[in-house]
């Protein structure tokens, strides 16, 4: 009798498992179950339909900067599978992936379709047997080892080894649960926030190019392009800090103060000295009409209003009030944050299957032998830029080199 692997969840883990496992072990019965009517349907709309595939970061220490969770636990398994396995992994297959300035990789296709084709045609040229609409609803374990899987159609399936690649899925969850897994809390990562101000109502689609962004009364912050929306602040530096913070600002109800620095290579104090030093070597310049550092022109001006200079003051006019108000507003800018919407191009679930009980040189639940994790299933998330995928690569690719190789995994 052929081993069986039954993989749950026709997905990014679930793909790049499956069709490891069956090209590492071609004897091996490999079984992909799908619980909606089509696979790979976040691939699809991954990175804005183009599907931002992998990261040019090639040193692991560096790499597991990236994620807010998981990060220790990624250095190991970066060393086995990292952006450049990636990029190898799938130019072995025809699809050329390449980078963009910002580092974030892209089929040069363009089209994410380009990944699904490759997906689809590497399952079928190595026999995966792909399965639809068919719902993992429990799971037993039975006395020689094996597994039963039960599902909403199609009957039962006994299986030697199962790899979980079910994504952010609470039915899974709780059937992991009830397993005796723990489950960290999901909750989202990766969101921008809703702020009603008057020094940005008017600025949307103004983008500044280095911020510093901090929770008021916590330790996180981030750095990076902001940018002014309708609804808000968005931009890499809110979405870095929206999945760093994404516990603490959970327990805030995502009420808090958004403290910003507009000016990352000063602080309130060196600031305040510059403005003063305006004051003797450009007296008769109006205020608002010179920005200071990377500053947008229309965002100062705002600014500029809002601590009550106007267009006819200039540097010799402002008073020290005025200064340090202003110094204040372009150091430590303080924001009240009323709620978070989803970031369109990519969003994730930071939670899920506790790191501590699974082996992560394997993939292999330290509780129940023969079950494996890939994927967002697990406690591990990313910022955006390709991270997510690259976890999901990584992780299914251990799991499926160990079910198909255990001892040589091990080592
Ligand atoms: C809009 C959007 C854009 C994104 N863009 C990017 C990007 O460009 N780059 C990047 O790195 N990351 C991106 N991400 C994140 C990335 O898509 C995820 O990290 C990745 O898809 C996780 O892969 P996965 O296979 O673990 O989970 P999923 O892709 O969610 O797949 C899990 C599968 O399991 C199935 N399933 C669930 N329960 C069951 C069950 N009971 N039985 C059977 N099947 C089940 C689900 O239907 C699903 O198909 C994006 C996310 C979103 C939402």
Redesign the pocket.
């Known amino acids: 009798m052929n081993f069986k692997l039954a993989i ?7 793909f790049f498992a499956a069709i490891n496992a069956a090209e590492m072990s071609p004897d091996m019965e490999v079984h992909v ?4 009517a089509q ?5 699809r ?3 804005g339909g ?4 992998t990261h040019a970061c090639f040193n692991p220490k560096e790499l597991i900067q990236f994620y807010p969770r998981g990060s220790r636990e990624l250095l190991g398994p970066f060393y086995v599978f990292n952006p450049a396995d990636t990029i190898e992994w799938f130019e072995k297959r025809r699809v050329k992936i390449q980078a963009e300035a910002d580092g974030r990789m892209f089929p040069v296709t363009n089209t994410s379709q380009t990944i699904i084709d490759c997906f689809l045609q590497e399952a079928e040229h190595y026999n995966v047997q792909l399965h639809t609409q ?4 429990g799971i037993t374990q039975l006395d020689n080892q094996q597994w039963q899987l039960n599902f909403n159609h199609g009957g039962d399936f006994i299986a030697d080894a199962v790899i979980f ?5 609470a ?2 969850w709780e059937i992991l649960q009830q397993l005796g897994h723990t489950i960290i809390n999901p909750l989202p990562s990766l969101f921008t926030f809703h702020i009603k101000d008057k020094r940005i109502d008017e600025l949307m689609g103004v983008s500044v190019p280095d911020v510093i962004c901090k929770i008021d009364g916590e330790k996180i912050s981030s750095t990076g392009p902001l940018l002014i929306t309708h609804w808000g602040l968005s931009g890499p530096a809110i979405l870095k800090l929206s999945a760093w913070a994404a516990v603490q600002l959970a327990a805030k109800q995502y009420q808090f103060t958004l403290k910003i620095n507009f000016l990352p290579e000063y602080n309130y104090q060196s600031c305040l000295e510059l403005l003063i030093s305006q004051k003797s070597t450009s007296p008769k310049k109006h205020i608002q009409l010179y920005p200071i550092g990377a500053v947008p022109s229309r965002l100062w001006k705002s600014i500029c209003l809002f601590c009550g200079i106007n267009d006819k003051i200039n540097w010799s006019d402002a008073s020290k009030d005025m200064l340090q108000k202003l110094a204040d507003s372009l150091t430590q800018a303080a924001f009240k944050v009323t709620g978070k919407s989803t970031f ?5 679930t930071c939670g899920g299957v506790a790191l501590e009980e699974v082996d992560l040189r394997t993939m292999q639940s330290k509780k129940l032998p023969g079950i494996y994790f ?4 697990l406690n591990i998330d ?1 910022v ?9 690569w990584t992780t299914a690719y251990i799991a499926a080199s160990s079910i198909t190789n255990p001892v040589e995994s091990k080592k």
Do not use: D
């Open positions: 749950i969840g026709g997905g990014a883990a679930g179950f799908e619980k909606a696979f790979l349907s976040k691939v709309v991954s990175g183009r599907c931002n595939v068919i719902g993992l609803t690649a079910s994504g952010s899925s039915p899974i369109k191009e990519e969003f994730v890939a994927g967002e299933v990313a955006t830029g390709g991270f997510n995928f690259q976890a999901a």
